[in-house]
């Protein structure tokens, strides 16, 4: 159980390491993903009605007035992807300390280690979202600040919709692969 222990550590924290312990750092990312989560979806369910009923809405939620809404969000689902993994591998930390080694558990690690450092390389990897959150905050920045507004404002709405869409679906996959490794895992250790 050491080594799985020191994968679960080495995932790269969104907040700096806490001295207080593990209860106290996952009181506080159940307080961050809450906030994430409600912002995120918000921010979200917002943008897609603004696309989506553009025609038929009232002037304060048209396209041309979601600039700020749409980089905020850019924020919010950041923090909701990383803070919700990183609760789930405390949370499981939590469940196997002091637990013996089991027949299998060389394998769980080594999946859950590819996982852990695919999240962890996520700057090097992600150069399509990447590319994708720099084209909407700088269109986003530009339509806020500028008093004419951004000539381009109306295209990025597929940066926008590219970007929530590969977010998502990276966020499901890993958390998916996550929640297996975890569920096998304890589910080993109660046997």
């Given at each position: 159980m050491?080594?799985?222990?020191?994968?679960i550590?080495?995932?790269?924290?969104?907040?700096?390491?806490?001295?207080?312990?593990?209860?106290?750092?996952?009181?506080t990312?159940?307080g961050?993903?809450?906030?994430?989560?409600?912002f995120?979806?918000?921010?979200?369910?917002?943008?897609?009605?603004?696309?989506?009923?553009?025609?038929?809405?009232p002037?304060?939620?048209k396209w041309?007035?979601?600039?700020?809404?749409?980089?905020?969000?850019l924020?919010?689902?950041?923090?909701?992807?990383?803070?919700?993994?990183?609760?789930?591998?405390l949370?499981?930390?939590?469940?196997?300390?002091?637990?013996?080694?089991?027949?299998?558990?060389n394998?769980?690690?080594?999946?859950?280690k590819?996982?852990?450092?695919?999240?962890?390389?996520?700057?090097?990897n992600?150069?399509?979202?990447?590319?994708l959150?720099?084209?909407i905050?700088?269109?986003?920045?530009?339509q806020?600040?500028s008093?004419?507004?951004?000539?381009?404002?109306e295209?990025?709405k597929i940066?926008?919709l590219?970007f929530?869409?590969?977010?998502?679906?990276?966020?499901?996959?890993?958390?998916?692969?996550?929640?297996e490794?975890?569920?096998?895992?304890?589910?080993?250790?109660?046997?």
């Open positions: 050491e080594e799985r222990i020191n994968i550590k080495s995932f790269k924290s969104s907040f700096q390491k806490s001295k207080k312990g593990i209860q106290c750092k996952i009181q990312l159940k961050f993903t809450f906030i994430s989560a409600l995120s979806v918000l921010c979200f369910c917002l943008t897609l009605y603004t696309i989506i009923l553009e025609q038929y809405k002037e304060i939620s041309e007035n979601m600039g700020l809404l749409v980089v905020m969000s924020m919010f689902i950041l923090m909701l992807n990383n803070t919700l993994i990183e609760l789930k591998l949370k499981h930390l939590q469940n196997i300390e002091g637990k013996t080694n089991f027949n299998g558990i394998q769980l690690n080594l999946e859950l590819n996982i852990v450092e695919k999240l962890n390389k996520r700057d090097k992600d150069i399509i979202w990447i590319g959150v720099i084209i905050i700088i269109s986003g920045s530009y806020q600040l008093e004419t507004g951004n000539p381009y404002w295209y990025t940066p926008v590219l929530w869409t590969i977010i998502i679906y990276k966020f499901v996959d890993s958390n998916k692969k996550i929640i490794n975890i569920k096998e895992t304890e589910k080993q250790i109660i046997s």
